[in-house]
């Protein structure tokens, strides 16, 4: 026990820990509390493999078979999934907050900290003042005077960045737009504008020296299958110059940054509000693949979400419903976002940094009351007074905007032709899956409204290239289908 609690002490600092005891025969294995890094393992008859998916995929003890949960989970969730679950059938996932004691061939998992309901007593002017304290203090834990930044022109980029001029570095920036956006960008609820006048205000504000990457419909398209392993193109590019990157993720989750915390229609809704075109997915898939309702497998899992969040007594059925929200985008579209982010860096060598995801600032700002988080009726109200003083009026300002993607038909056209090849070989587990009439109705009626997929912008050309990823899995790990 003593040296367990040592470990997690220590983990304090880093995202995962573990300790091999020989004398003992004992793995102790420890995950960070929000999740930073994926780590994986699959125990067998006198021993416990762990590391990345792709590694335990590789080892010949590890079976690659998918089941109907492993099937469900990627149709109906992804590119979100289970927390706890490896997809890959008796791979499990060391969940966020948990460690495992593997000795003697028993394993057992526990968890060791979890979020907890207390009363907020600051005024609004201090727990602005709190909120920045704790943001420096996770910025400078992190700190490295030879990192890059990546700059959205968003609020959460910005603020991380100007962090950087705080302590006297000119932050090395890099930003991300596509070709031909300027023709093709559509003005949409979620991206209302593009980011590129927004990244050069806060450029020449911080006098920063930044680097436009500008991506090739074509290229992007071709990409897709390597992305499933990383999402490797704007990080290779990075890693040419830095070994450490900055990035303002995970800000939304937890100041409410997200429309579905915004909006009441979507902030009631029972199900996950970033992903609400079950009814696409379910007739995406043929119909004897899933044994049980869609709609019950989804709401089963939302529940049990719902159910482990912590309620003070005095709490409105608003600011329950908010916490539940917390909850819900910690443990779930977060991971996502973390794993995209933590395998796109590592694939391309960099450690990815973010000074957001720090347990003391989600403490905090888990009993931070919604008045203040949507103060002056702005999403992440509270982190605009917190950080005004540092940045540009139209930084502070801005609406939140997703990160971008193209709108080019080339990237749509490229799309669909792999697609169409996938689709018309036997050799595809796909063919076992996909109901093609109904997705060949899709691919062929581009402009028709669906509800999005997952998140905010991920419509029919993204779908599309899921599901080219979707069958790039099967093939480059030799799954079977049970």
């Known amino acids: 026990i003593e040296w367990q609690e040592k470990c997690l002490d220590k983990i304090n600092g880093s995202y995962c820990f573990a300790i091999w005891k020989q004398n003992e025969k004992t793995l102790f294995l420890a995950r960070d509390r929000l999740g930073a890094v994926p780590i994986y393992y699959y125990s067998y008859d006198g021993g416990i493999i762990?590391?990345?998916?792709?590694?335990?995929?590789?080892h010949p003890y590890v079976p690659k078979k998918i089941d109907s949960n492993g099937i469900m989970q990627i149709f109906l969730l992804g590119p979100g999934k289970i927390c706890g679950s490896g997809i890959i059938k008796d791979v499990s996932e060391l969940k966020p907050s948990h460690y495992i004691n593997f000795s003697d061939s028993r394993l057992k998992s526990l968890q060791y900290w979890q979020l907890k309901a207390r009363e907020h007593t600051d005024s609004f002017k201090d727990t602005a003042r709190n909120i920045k304290e704790l943001m420096i203090k996770s910025y400078m834990c992190d700190f490295d005077s030879t990192a890059a930044y990546m700059l959205s022109g968003g609020l959460d980029s910005s603020i991380v960045c100007s962090l950087a001029r705080m302590t006297g570095v000119t932050p090395q920036t890099y930003s991300l737009d596509f070709e031909d956006n300027e023709k093709n960008f559509a003005a949409n609820m979620y991206q209302p504008e593009r980011d590129i006048e927004y990244i050069k205000i806060i450029v020449r504000h911080l006098s920063a020296e930044n680097n436009l990457i500008v991506l090739k419909n074509s290229e992007i398209a071709d990409y897709i299958e390597q992305a499933l392993l990383a999402r490797g193109l704007p990080g290779k590019i990075i890693a040419e110059k830095h070994k450490v990157c900055f990035s303002g993720e995970c800000a939304d989750e937890f100041f409410g940054g997200y429309p579905w915390y915004m909006k009441d229609e979507m902030l009631s809704l029972n199900t996950f509000p970033w992903s609400q075109s079950l009814s696409i997915r379910e007739r995406l898939l043929k119909k004897d693949v899933i044994k049980q309702s869609a709609q019950e497998y989804v709401k089963k899992l939302y529940d049990e979400t719902v159910l482990e969040t912590d309620y003070l007594p005095q709490d409105t059925p608003k600011d329950r419903r908010i916490r539940e929200m917390f909850n819900l985008n910690k443990d779930w579209f977060m991971q996502t976002l973390l794993d995209r982010g933590y395998k796109m860096a590592s694939f391309a060598g960099i450690e990815i940094r973010m000074p957001f995801c720090d347990y003391n600032i989600v403490e905090y700002a888990y009993n931070i009351p919604w008045k203040?988080?949507?103060?002056?009726?702005?999403?992440?109200?509270?982190?605009?007074?917190?950080?005004?003083?540092i940045l540009p009026p139209k930084i502070v300002g801005r609406k939140k905007s997703p990160f971008p993607k193209t709108y080019s038909p080339l990237f749509f056209n490229r799309i669909k032709e792999k697609l169409n090849l996938i689709l018309n070989k036997k050799d595809s587990l796909l063919e076992n899956l996909i109901d093609k009439d109904y997705l060949n109705r899709l691919i062929e009626n581009p402009t028709a409204k669906i509800p999005n997929w997952y998140g905010q912008l991920m419509r029919l050309p993204q779908i599309m290239g899921y599901i080219i990823q979707i069958d790039s899995f099967f093939k480059q790990f030799n799954i079977d289908i049970e």
């Not at 203040?372 to 003083?389: P, S, V, W």
């Open 372 to 389: 203040f988080k949507a103060y002056n009726g702005q999403e992440k109200g509270i982190l605009r007074e917190a950080f005004k003083d």
């Open 50 to 58: 762990f590391g990345d998916i792709q590694v335990l995929l590789k």
